[in-house]
């Protein structure tokens, strides 16, 4: 079998269409303007690549984009002290701290003081545990954009065997939580699993999302099982150059896979499209307006 491939980048493309036309009926009918606060601190080149093309693609979609960069040897009070701010800003309807925070700075104690109805990561803990027990929240934009693509191409995944891999707060907890709001039997692997391969190939749906390049070959797959794979990895190849790669082997597991999403171009522009659909979302709810459901679990 050789895979459908599903093309993340198109799908992104609608949502972000969607959420632009959302953003536009917001402002015609209710002279509102969502607002997205990004905080960097620090000056890790991946985030700032990351915030780079939020603040972007946040002005695209009609929105306002808010960027705040910090020096990395930010004080714990001026962070939290931002926050406050922002929390009370009228014109901000999302809120979000770009993750690896420098090492002296609390992840936890910073998350959690951003306002719930603003937390467009769904990191926060009172958004974590309305997730953990089916409630409505902020969903995570990662595994939010996981699960459209899913939901797209499956319909119902009602009833199928999902493995994750990979147990971190970002991804694989939420991915895991969100398959089994939509009735599927999960398994979250990780580094101590025993006999992974085997755990895996039980899998109709394979999210990978462990960070390690390339370190899901195609023989642990189950015939026909969609893969989808959250790996962003820069490697080098023979030639010297430099790639992006994901978790999963592309060409052994496209050979076996129903359906595969490539990297580039598969979970990652999700993530931002559904950070944007996020923000919406926010905002209807801040005013008490009626929301598109079309882009939340
Ligand atoms: N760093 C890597 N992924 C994310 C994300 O989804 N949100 C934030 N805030 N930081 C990240």
Redesign the pocket.
């Given at each position: 079998m050789t895979a459908q491939v599903i093309d993340g980048k198109a799908f992104a493309g609608r949502v972000r269409e969607k959420v632009a036309a959302q953003v536009a009926s917001l402002k015609a009918e209710h002279n509102i303007t969502p607002g997205l606060a990004v905080v960097l601190v620090g000056e890790d080149p991946a985030?700032q690549v990351?915030v780079r093309s939020k603040g972007k693609q946040t002005v695209e979609a009609g929105m306002n984009s808010y960027e705040y960069k910090l020096e990395a040897d930010t004080s714990e009070s001026d962070l939290l002290a931002m926050i406050d701010k922002l929390n009370a800003d009228d014109n901000v309807h999302g809120i979000?701290?770009?993750?690896?925070l420098p090492k002296h700075l609390n992840e936890d104690l910073v998350i959690n003081r951003i306002a719930p109805s603003k937390d467009v990561?769904g990191?926060h803990i009172s958004n974590v545990g309305l997730l953990g027990t089916g409630q409505k929240s902020m969903v995570?934009?990662?595994p939010l954009g996981c699960l459209l693509m899913l939901r797209d191409h499956h319909g119902s995944l009602s009833g199928m065997d999902a493995v994750v891999i990979g147990r971190s707060n970002?991804?694989g907890k939420p991915m895991a939580q969100l398959l089994l709001n939509d009735s599927c039997t999960v398994t979250i692997a990780h580094s101590r699993t025993k006999n992974l391969a085997d755990v895996v190939r039980r899998a109709d749906i394979v999210v990978a999302a462990v960070g390690r390049p390339e370190m899901v070959p195609g023989d642990w797959i189950k015939e026909g099982a969609t893969v989808i794979d959250v790996g962003i990895n820069r490697i080098e190849t023979d030639e010297g150059k430099t790639k992006l790669v994901g978790d999963v082997d592309y060409d052994s597991c496209a050979a076996v896979a129903g359906a595969i999403t490539p990297v580039p171009g598969g979970v990652g522009p999700m993530?931002i499209a559904c950070?944007l659909a996020n923000t919406v979302t926010a905002c209807c709810r801040i005013h008490g307006l009626a929301e598109d459901n079309e882009f939340t679990a």
């Open positions: 985030s990351y979000l701290v770009q993750l690896p990561d990191f995570p934009c990662t970002i991804v993530t950070l």
